[in-house]
């Protein structure tokens, strides 16, 4: 794993770096369509890596920077002028050598490629191993290439000015006098032809994204401005249109709750994005039984991928369906899309209609009326937001089993219901607008009686197999806010704990109490703090009146973001306690993410001096409940 990452991205095709943009070792390369085709880029001037004086990212496809050579000292011998860019069908590299003092350098590009898929990378077990890769000079560069196991015919086709010399490891280049150098690398799959892309044009495009607000300090308006860059850098082209990647580097992919959860955030903003996540997702639900992949008629995916060993069957990413939650997301998302987009109802109403069959069936395994995931045995352990294996747990810490209801999941299908009621009513059948307003009473009712936490004053994680509460105390109850689940007069008291000294990190709600079992800072889901799960309980407040607590988290969000030198939020944090210093950064996480892109822009009118847009409904009161089934257990 990199120490340090860089990140250039457009469309599908990214490099992932070292600290220097150079691709050495480890997991750096360039990638596309889950296939990394070079696993090394790496520049030598006078046979050393240059010593780099500035880097500079001008935009999140494109780096600029200035090098000199090594040992640098107090006098440069030779420099290098560098702009990189990643297009969406091009890699191009361009380069000024001049030297400052006589004499002939030999400049080189030392280059690897592995067509190792991404899982690899990643250390899935039972990869493939090396590939037969056949090296070939070609008049201007050289060209690797590779047959994958399916017989799909894999390229990396590296050409460049002026004509340089293969000697089997790199390009090389006499330089003699000041040199303009360009690379270009095209990586290529199936019939593909080299295509070059055009930097300049995608520069003006980012040059003209709108920001929709204005705030009034400026460093937060700069984490707004990144916010809207990073949407659009972690955008890739569908059939249906550009569709959100769930973070970098490892994520350029679909994903349904990730996607689902970006478009909920910012569909105010962005509203064709969202709807291409609509539509995208409804063309992939469910409509047979896998126990591989874990498709359900009326089930939304939860990865899809398209490497070599999904390709071959090795992975169920085909995609898979391993998830609780982005079945009720999906509806609600339609829902809220519908209140602009009324047409979209009757577009999508086989799909949505399909979501809450699944909701009803499969998706409540035991007829209780809540949401429920079963772990996968060898696969995914927790089916929702928190999924690493050891998220979800009793308060003696064993880990849960059976059929899991978490209850963040039971807030989605709370708003999915409610959505559905809507969109009912939009196509003029108010009978059945009742009957799903009815289901939302009863699930609330239900939620209720089962999940409420007398003792803290809160609510706890989720029920068990055995219908016993977990009672641990975790962030989830807040980020339930954001539904409106939860009845207006408890929540108060949600907020009031979720900022206690347990939970609150003065950066953001820890996703486990300080004293709770398997508490740790530097946990994935146990005691981390992740922006987006701090964002939803942000929107929570609000839509609960809690104006205050609503604009003390998203100040310290926006004061994360700050820190950073790339005013980004990343995937998550440490959870140590805030000081005078930044936050710890988590080590691992994705940067930029799509949930913590999103954030910025989903809670910027919750700052002093934001636009008063984007707040969510008011809770609804319960209605009915006198015919909601007896309780639990």
């Not at 457009?10 to 596309?32: C, F, I, K, P």
């Not at 361009?94 to 592995?114: K, M």
């Not at 478009?263 to 126990?291: C, E, I, M, S, W």
Request: glycine letters at 10%; charged letters at 25%.
């Amino acid at each position: 794993m990199l120490s340090t990452r860089t990140v250039l991205k457009d469309n599908d095709l990214y490099l992932v770096g070292d600290h220097h943009y150079q691709v050495a070792h480890g997991e750096s390369g360039l990638y596309r369509r889950d296939t990394r085709f070079l696993s090394r880029y790496e520049w030598r001037l006078g046979g050393e890596r240059p010593h780099p004086l500035v880097l500079h990212e001008r935009w999140p496809f494109w780096l600029r920077g200035q090098s000199a050579n090594a040992d640098v000292g107090y006098t440069m011998h030779a420099g290098l002028t560098r702009d990189l860019t990643v297009t969406g069908t091009e890699l191009r590299d361009r380069l000024r050598v001049t030297l400052y003092q006589p004499g002939a350098r030999r400049l080189s590009l030392h280059l690897g490629a592995d067509f190792a898929d991404m899982f690899e990378v990643r250390g899935w077990p039972g990869g493939i191993g090396p590939r037969d890769v056949r090296t070939c000079p070609v008049p201007g560069g050289v060209e690797f290439a590779y047959t994958a196991g399916d017989g799909l015919r894999c390229r990396t086709l590296v050409q460049a000015t002026p004509e340089p010399t293969w000697d089997g490891e790199a390009l090389t280049w006499e330089i003699t006098e000041t040199t303009d150098v360009q690379v270009s690398v095209f990586p290529l799959q199936g019939d593909e032809d080299p295509t070059p892309g055009d930097p300049g044009a995608l520069a003006r495009e980012y040059a003209a994204l709108s920001v929709p607000l204005t705030l009034p300090d400026p460093r937060d308006q700069r984490v707004l401005e990144r916010s809207v860059q990073d949407l659009r850098s972690l955008s890739f082209q569908t059939g249906a249109g550009p569709f959100p990647a769930a973070g970098l580097p490892w994520f350029v992919a679909p994903f349904g709750r990730d996607s689902l959860i970006i478009a909920l955030l910012t569909h105010r903003y962005l509203p064709d994005l969202a709807v291409t996540v609509a539509r995208y997702l409804a063309a992939r639900q469910g409509t047979k039984l896998d126990p591989v992949t874990l498709e359900q008629p009326g089930k939304i995916l939860h990865e899809e991928r398209v490497g070599e060993l999904t390709r071959l069957g090795r992975t169920p990413h085909r995609p898979y369906y391993a998830t609780a939650d982005a079945t009720p997301l999906f509806v609600w998302l339609v829902g809220e899309l519908s209140r602009e987009r009324p047409d979209l109802a009757g577009e999508l109403r086989p799909h949505w209609e399909a979501a809450l069959a699944w909701l009803t069936t499969f998706g409540d395994p035991d007829g209780d009326g809540l949401i429920e995931y079963t772990p996968d045995p060898g696969g995914i352990t927790n089916a929702v937001w928190k999924d690493s294996g050891d998220s979800t747990f009793t308060e003696d810490g064993k880990d849960a089993s059976g059929h899991v209801a978490v209850i963040e999941v039971q807030g989605y299908a709370y708003a999915a219901y409610l959505a559905a009621a809507r969109m009912y009513r939009l196509l003029g059948e108010p009978e059945r607008a009742g009957e799903w307003e009815g289901r939302a009473d009863c699930l609330q009712a239900t939620f209720q009686r089962a999940f409420w936490w007398p003792e803290r004053g809160y609510y706890v994680h989720g029920l068990n197999g055995d219908k016993r509460p977990l009672r641990v105390l975790v962030s989830n109850p807040a980020h339930t806010l954001w539904t409106g689940i939860i009845p207006p007069e408890f929540a108060p008291m949600v907020a009031r704990t979720a900022l206690g000294d347990e939970l609150w990190s003065g950066w953001g709600i820890r996703t486990l109490g300080v004293n709770e079992p398997r508490y740790n800072p530097v946990s994935y889901h146990n005691g981390s703090v992740w922006p987006h799960d701090t964002a939803a309980a942000a929107l929570g407040f609000g839509r609960y009146g809690l104006h205050r607590e609503a604009a003390q988290v998203a100040r310290a969000l926006f004061d994360a973001a700050r820190w950073a030198p790339d005013a980004r939020l990343s995937e998550l944090l440490a959870g140590f306690g805030r000081d005078d210093g930044p936050p710890v950064p988590y080590p691992a996480a994705c940067h930029p993410q799509g949930w913590d892109a999103a954030i910025p822009l989903a809670l910027a009118h919750l700052l002093p001096g934001g636009e008063e847009r984007g707040n969510w409904p008011r809770p609804r009161r319960s209605g009915r409940q006198s015919d909601c089934g007896a309780p639990l257990g």
